[in-house]
């Protein structure tokens, strides 16, 4: 299962690069919350993913189970969830912001603090 899981964490930092390098601020955007759940799922998959025993320390021991999920990875990944959609709505919200007052997407044109080459 791992191995399918670090092949779709290939797939979606590929489409989130290819995305990211368009001059359209929302694809940007899209391909940020992309490799977003890419790292995401990295760390996930990183802490062993079974089916066997819980990641509890019984009673006596000093370590959990053998064969036992590692809980760590799973902390870190809800914590990152909820940062990047905060991260996401913060962007989306300047993007809003951008689009009202300068009428475009297009980062190409959103050169107001730049010279305009008249000459």
Known sequence: M???LSILVGVLVA???Y???????MRFLFGLILISNAANLAIFT???LTTGAPPLITPGSDFPAEGA???LPQALVLTAIVIG????AFALTLTL???KRLGTLDTSEMRVAEP???A
């Open 85 to 88: 959609f905060g991260l996401f």
């Open 97 to 99: 912001k951008a689009y």
């Open 19 to 25: 995305l990211m390098l368009a001059r359209d601020l």
């Open 2 to 4: 791992e191995l399918v």
């Open 69 to 71: 999920a590692n809980a």
């Open 46 to 48: 990183s802490g062993r």
């Open 116 to 118: 305009r080459d008249d």
């Open 15 to 17: 489409a989130a690069i």
